[in-house]
């Protein structure tokens, strides 16, 4: 079976610029969460979606945002790329909203210059 | 606040050797820790959770100890190998499947 998968997996954007990061979750997951990893530190939440609604988010500013469409799989979006936003971007899917077991797919790297 | 922290960032033990992992958490009302591995380049992988009811669950070579009277969980790895090398991370559920990360130890397996 397939693992979460998620694409691109290398992004280079310039300051400004908007990205769009996606995520497939296993089959038959309804949850999807996003993390922000910086190199060097452990992932920091960013969002939680299950079925299609925000169930938890982070504490990140409005430029992030994210969406789960009707197949569960998920988009996050980044307005204004700040340099600070470069990172290891993982996508974690789970059955259940809650106290469920995470999956975390291989990650976009993305840079910013 | 929000703490889930691990004792040492990084961690030398010899081929064959049992490692020991150790992590601290602050919130006596935690009920869910998860570890997981993560190998340069990849995403965090699973080893094994374990929830608040429990002291001790067994895996495969793996095993977790929780302590709820010091706020202390552990990562035992039985007989380590090359394989094992990586970061690794404990994490507390939070609840809305929010992760709270450690900072993570980098084991390292001498030959």
């Known amino acids: 079976d397939a693992g979460v998968t998620q694409s691109p997996t290398h992004l280079i954007k310039t300051r400004g610029q908007h990205v769009t990061l996606r995520c497939s979750p296993i089959?038959?997951?309804?949850?999807v969460s996003w993390y922000q990893q910086v190199l060097g530190q452990g992932p920091q939440f960013i969002f939680q979606y299950y079925e299609k609604e925000e169930r938890g988010r982070g504490n990140f500013p409005d430029r992030f945002s994210a969406r789960q469409f009707p197949n569960y799989s998920s988009e996050l979006n980044v307005n204004a790329l700040l340099l600070g936003d470069s990172a290891l971007y993982l996508c974690?899917?789970?059955?259940?909203?809650?106290?469920?077991?995470?999956?975390f797919g291989p990650g976009t790297r993305l840079l910013v210059l | 606040g929000e703490s889930v922290g691990l004792h040492l960032p990084t961690l030398s033990v010899q081929e064959g050797d049992n490692s020991i992992i150790n992590c601290a958490y602050s919130n006596s009302a935690s009920d869910y820790f998860i570890w997981y591995k993560q190998e340069s380049g990849k995403g965090p992988q699973f080893i094994i959770d374990i929830r608040s009811n429990m002291d001790k669950r067994q895996g495969q070579r793996v095993t977790v100890l929780l302590n709820k009277t010091v706020k202390h969980l552990s990562l035992q790895i039985a007989a380590t190998q090359p394989g094992d090398s990586a970061v690794y991370f404990c994490a507390e559920n939070k609840g809305a499947q929010k992760l709270v990360f450690g900072q993570g130890t980098r084991l390292t397996i001498n030959p």
């Open positions: 089959s038959g997951h309804k949850s």
């Open positions: 974690a899917s789970s059955l259940v909203s809650r106290q469920e077991t995470q999956y």
